[in-house]
């Protein structure tokens, strides 16, 4: 899970709170100091709950967390003297929204690479070859001048295919050695 309780509170309360008066940032503490208390008898009652009905414990501790946030909110006010609360004036809620935002990037950056790393797996290739003799001995024999193994003369060999508009395949001559991507596996 990337967001935790807190962080869904921080985030939201620090939208909601954006312009709001201390009177009202009071009010918010005293609305999530219900839920809580609702929240909790909740989880302590027996009765059933729908199929669609929210995790209890979970809305608890989102509420919880809400609670927390808007207690912080209203300590910042009342600290900064501030009668509106404008989140930019914020530290700690700047320091975790930009927090927040690099998780999120992260998340993102890491999602984007897994999905290139599984498109490529896709597009790879990884055959077990026989060949007959001859073609064997040609292949080991073009390996040992290049110092090369016969799996990666083949490799390379597979790297140069060219496929014309009529589907005939072929390969241009070329002569097998080491390269920087196979220096660097080894």
Same mark, same amino acid.
């Given at each position: 899970?990337?967001?935790?309780?807190?962080?869904?509170?921080?985030?939201?309360?620090? =939208?909601?709170?954006?312009? &709001?008066?201390?009177?009202?940032?009071?009010?918010?503490?005293?609305?999530?100091?219900?839920?809580?208390? +609702?929240?909790?008898?909740?989880? =302590?009652?027996?009765? $059933? =709950?729908?199929?669609?009905?929210? /995790?209890?414990?979970?809305?608890?501790?989102?509420? !919880?967390?809400?609670?927390?946030?808007?207690? *912080?909110?209203?300590?910042?006010?009342?600290?900064?003297?501030?009668?509106?609360?404008?989140?930019?004036?914020?530290?700690?809620?700047?320091?975790?929204?930009? +927090?927040?935002?690099?998780? =999120? $990037?992260?998340? &993102? *950056?890491?999602?984007?690479?897994?999905?290139? *790393?599984?498109?490529?797996?896709?597009?790879?290739?990884?055959?077990? &070859?026989?060949?007959?003799?001859?073609?064997?001995?040609?292949?080991? !024999?073009?390996?040992?001048?290049?110092?090369?193994?016969?799996?990666?003369?083949?490799?390379? &060999?597979?790297?140069?295919? $060219?496929?014309?508009? /009529?589907?005939?395949? $072929?390969?241009?001559?070329? @002569?097998?050695?080491? @390269? !920087? !991507?196979?220096?660097?596996?080894?």
């Amino acid at each position: 899970m990337i967001w935790t309780s807190e962080d869904v509170a921080r985030d939201q309360v620090r =939208r909601q709170a954006a312009g &709001l008066t201390v009177h009202q940032v009071d009010h918010a503490v005293d609305t999530a100091v219900v839920r809580v208390r +609702e929240t909790r008898e909740e989880l =302590r009652s027996p009765v $059933s =709950r729908g199929e669609f009905a929210p /995790d209890p414990e979970e809305l608890a501790d989102r509420w !919880a967390a809400l609670l927390t946030e808007w207690r *912080r909110v209203a300590a910042h006010l009342a600290g900064s003297g501030a009668g509106v609360y404008d989140g930019d004036l914020d530290e700690k809620g700047c320091a975790w929204a930009r +927090e927040r935002e690099e998780r =999120r $990037s992260a998340v &993102l *950056r890491n999602q984007a690479a897994w999905t290139e *790393r599984q498109r490529e797996e896709r597009d790879e290739l990884q055959v077990e &070859l026989w060949l007959g003799a001859a073609a064997g001995r040609r292949v080991r !024999a073009a390996a040992a001048r290049a110092g090369l193994t016969p799996n990666e003369v083949l490799a390379q &060999l597979g790297e140069r295919v $060219s496929v014309d508009d /009529d589907g005939a395949v $072929s390969v241009a001559p070329f @002569t097998p050695g080491r @390269t !920087a !991507a196979l220096s660097e596996e080894r």
